[in-house]
Nanobody, 127 residues
Framework: QVLLVESGGGLVQAGGSLRISCAAS??????????MGWFRQAPGKEREFVAA????????KYANSVKGRFTISRDNAKNTVYLQMNSLKPDDTATYYC??????????????????WGQGTQVTVSS
């Protein structure tokens, strides 16, 4: 069992930056064996893919809407994955969820690839 807890959300003005975190815990897993991803969901909309990282080769993948602005990273020593968000836009407003996959991610953008999900952290970007 893997527990994911997001933090770091808040209110940011358009053009600003924010870094959200996802801490993983569980005594029967190895964080380094997990591939991680970020999704977000705005009110009335489906949960959409944001970013993913594959630990085995370090490759990352981003949704077109955030490419060049967001960066996913991880610190295995802290069992934590991060999402650095720069040049934030009002359209980025959503609840952000981190997710973990036991198996190696192939697409990364598919929710079906992930086994564990966090509770979400709210990010609000004002204009």
């Amino acid at each position: 069992q893997v527990l994911l807890v997001e933090s770091g959300g808040g209110l940011v003005q358009a053009g600003g930056s924010l870094r959200i975190s996802c801490a993983a815990s569980g005594r029967t897993f190895s964080f380094s064996s997990l591939d991680m991803g970020w999704f977000r969901q705005a009110p009335g909309k489906e949960r959409e893919f944001v970013a993913a990282g594959r630990w085995s080769n370090g490759r990352t993948k981003y949704a077109n809407s955030v490419k060049g602005r967001f960066t996913i990273s991880r610190d295995n020593a802290k069992n934590t994955v991060y999402l650095q968000m720069n040049s934030l836009k009002p359209d980025d407003t959503a609840t952000y969820y981190c997710a973990a996959a036991r198996g190696r991610l192939i697409l990364g953008s598919s929710p079906n690839e992930y086994d564990y999900w966090g509770q979400g952290t709210q990010v609000t970007v004002s204009s």
